[in-house]
């Protein structure tokens, strides 16, 4: 959805939204990617007035790339799971 945002401030706005939800140190809903995923889009959002619509394609593949490896779902099926409710 954020590629296909035509306006140049319409993008930066949704940028700057998910980049302080999801990228930011401490976000309330910070995504585990690499650090150099992280500091290139830490570098455009700090320098460039126009976000490039690939900027977060980095991000969103390591991501995406985490969840193939199904690492949620052993993580449900493990005892962490288990001691973290209560059972």
């Known amino acids: 959805a954020y590629r296909s945002i035509e306006s140049d401030a319409d993008r930066r706005e949704k940028g700057r939204e998910i980049y302080r939800n999801f ?3 401490h976000s309330p809903a910070q995504v585990n990617i690499s650090f150099a995923a992280r500091q290139d889009i830490d570098r455009v959002m700090a320098e460039d007035d126009v976000y490039p619509r690939r900027i977060f394609d980095a991000a969103a593949t390591e ?3 985490m969840l193939r ?3 949620f779902s052993r993580f449900l ?3 962490f ?3 973290m409710v209560g059972e």
Do not use: A, L, T
């Open 77 to 79: 099926e493990s005892m």
């Open 81 to 83: 799971y288990d001691v």
């Open 63 to 65: 991501v995406f790339g």
């Open 23 to 25: 990228v930011e140190d």
């Open 69 to 71: 490896q199904d690492k």
